[in-house]
């Protein structure tokens, strides 16, 4: 007898329609919008005040990724348009820390792979008025080859108590937030340092064997700084890292210029705005 392997596509789509099934009947998330290698969808945590808590989750077939707000050496960054929501003044995005993985071409790229939520901080016009968050997502989803995506879910915040609060909750606990330099703490940024024009060096404190991980970007999107790379040789509890003051636009000066780092630890990531000297 021959036995038939569904392919990854038709296990994902499998998989995309199960978890829709799941929550038809629900009110607190959008259906999925799906692709061939990924689908999207709203999620609205309680309706309480002005200012609410939702989600946009991706979900990624096997072996595929999508992009951070700063993609790192190579890669599409998603952009978010809320202009058709109704009952919306604004909405704010709350990034997870990323990953970091190979680009194929000797880089590195940052990201998510598998699922992932990004919180999302809405603020109504009207607290007392109906909210329906309108959203197109134009994303890209990458293997071997990248694939453009549009999504263009949408969703009203109906619940006062929402099925997606722990949901939402677990993402949020996914978001660096917000620390200094010298903190304490296991891991910390210790120091950072400016080396001649164009070299700049990070400590930081973790314990031996703990893996860290460290982002940097610049003031405003149009800077391409690459992802630094950790120097061997430096104290055992202490991991430094280095890049080049790379990829700035035409114009700017790096003297000044604050700078965000993205520290990852085991369990917790920090964000740490430095003005550069």
């Known amino acids: 007898m021959t036995a038939i392997v569904p392919s990854r596509a038709a296990v994902f789509a499998a998989a995309v329609l199960a978890a829709s099934a799941c929550g038809a009947r629900a009110d607190d998330v959008s259906p999925w919008v799906s692709d061939q290698h990924s689908a999207v969808r709203l999620l609205a945590g309680s309706r ?39 009952n919306v003044e604004a909405v704010t995005i709350l990034w997870p820390a990323p990953q970091a993985f190979p680009d194929g071409a000797g880089g590195i790229s940052l ?27 134009d994303y890209a989803v990458c293997d071997k080859l990248c694939v453009p995506v549009q999504a263009a879910p949408e969703l009203s915040f109906a619940s006062v108590a929402s099925t997606q609060d722990g949901a939402l909750a677990a993402a949020l ?38 893996k860290v991980s460290l982002f940097v970007e610049g003031p405003t999107p149009d800077w391409a700084l690459p992802v630094p790379k950790e120097i061997k040789g430096t104290s055992p509890d202490i991991r430094r890292f280095g890049f080049v003051l790379d990829g700035l636009p035409p114009g700017a000066q790096a003297t000044g210029a604050v700078l ?13 705005n430095v003005t550069l000297e």
Not at 63 to 77: E, F, I, L, M
Not at 260 to 272: H, I, S
Request: charged fraction near 25%; glycine fraction near 12%; charge should be positive.
């Open 173 to 210: 606990d996914t978001v660096p937030v917000p620390a200094s330099v010298g903190d304490a703490g296991p891991v910390t940024i210790r120091d950072v340092v400016r080396k001649g024009d164009k070299d700049v060096e990070v400590d930081v404190v973790a314990p031996t064997g703990v």
């Open 48 to 86: 309480s005040g002005a200012v609410l808590l939702g989600g946009i989750a991706f979900q990624l077939q096997p072996g595929w990724k999508t992009y951070w707000r700063t993609p790192g050496d190579s890669g599409v960054p998603p952009r978010f348009d809320f202009s058709k929501s109704e």
């Open 111 to 137: 990201g998510y792979k598998g699922q992932v939520v990004l919180p999302l901080r809405i603020v109504t016009k009207h607290a007392d008025k109906p909210v329906t968050l309108r959203a197109t997502v």
């Open 260 to 272: 965000k780092f993205t520290l990852v630890g085991p369990d917790k990531a920090y964000e740490v």
